[in-house]
């Protein structure tokens, strides 16, 4: 609704974002123009003004700004105009709201998404809710992170208590999309695929499909429904990674609850298995005892993905 706003996080820089009044999504940094105060200190909310804790310096949810105590006597002949909120480019699209920290190019989701888009589009994201998110603080770095996820070589190991029954051992294809990994993760029941003709296959039915977006969220989509994975670099050994259960808007009835709080429970615990991993690879990686970490050949989306980020940097 008009005024809804979110605080995050992003590249460790705070980001608020907005829906104004006429219905569009904006993004501007969360912090006020007189000062360099945080301008918002809720997660989440909804408002009309946003007046900021120090001085109220206030603008509107058009990032306009408004009024100032004693404005004309303390700056006379200030330019309102030229106090807007500092914005940042914001699009939606496919039921996202997309932005961006470079300011100096035009944001161009198709084309940030390639081959890719038909895919994202397909999720149908609009039609979506959260039903329930969780935020986890992990003392390990974002890339050890979404490497646990584009492999399957650890199931029958790190998991051998939760899903690793559910998926066939160490099988999992991956595709690159420029930047962007799409990986499939064949369940146990693929080979009753073999009996059906090919216009009866489902992939919901016999895969988990994972979105890994360069550099930012992972889409984790199953039968039903999807798990959507942010994660937000703290430190170079320290993630905030934020999971939320998303499901269609017609699902979101009190019959289904039980339902989805268990799907969000599995996928907290089962993931937990993988934090903890993680984190005790950053605790090797201190140690300074391997000068450099081995990909096997079913390896191959980490090593891809890590090229990815060496380009990036570099």
């Not at 009024?67 to 006379?76: I, V």
């Not at 914001?90 to 709201?97: D, L, Q, R, S």
């Not at 003709?197 to 199953?222: H, R």
Request: with cysteine.
């Amino acid at each position: 609704e008009a005024g809804s706003f979110v605080r995050r996080q992003f590249a460790g820089r705070p980001v608020l974002l907005v829906r104004g009044e006429d219905g569009v999504a904006r993004a501007f940094y969360n912090v006020c123009r007189h000062r360099g105060a945080e301008l918002v200190g809720e997660d989440a909310g909804c408002r009309r003004r946003f007046s900021c804790p120090y001085h109220a310096w206030t603008w509107d949810s058009a990032g306009n700004f408004l009024a100032a105590p004693h404005m004309k006597s303390g700056f006379p002949g200030l330019d309102k105009e030229e106090f807007g909120l500092h914005a940042l480019p914001c699009e939606e699209y496919a039921g996202w709201i997309w932005l961006s920290l470079n300011e100096a190019e035009p944001l161009d989701i198709e084309a940030h998404l390639g081959d890719l888009n038909r895919d994202i589009v397909a999720l149908d994201a609009g039609s979506h809710v959260v039903f329930e998110s969780t935020t986890e603080d992990i003392a390990a770095n974002w890339k050890i992170l979404v490497e646990g996820g584009i492999e399957a070589y650890h199931f029958r190991v790190a998991h051998r208590e939760t899903i690793a029954d559910l998926f066939l051992d160490n099988l999992s294809s991956y595709r690159c999309f420029g930047p962007h990994i799409r990986s499939v993760l064949p369940r146990s029941n693929l080979p009753e695929l073999s009996e059906k003709p090919a216009e009866e296959w489902d992939i919901g039915a016999y895969a988990n499909v994972l979105y890994t977006l360069f550099p930012g969220p992972q889409f984790l989509v199953q039968e039903d429904h999807f798990v959507w994975i942010q994660g937000t670099p703290l430190a170079a050994d320290r993630t905030r990674l934020r999971l939320a259960t998303v499901i269609p808007r017609d699902q979101m009835t009190p019959e289904r609850e039980s339902y989805w709080r268990k799907n969000h429970a599995l996928t907290m615990y089962t993931l937990k298995e993988d934090f903890e991993l993680g984190e005790g690879i950053q605790r090797g990686l201190a140690s300074g005892a391997n000068t450099h970490l081995n990909f096997g050949r079913f390896e191959g989306a980490l090593e891809k993905f890590n090229r990815t980020v060496a380009a990036a940097l570099g």
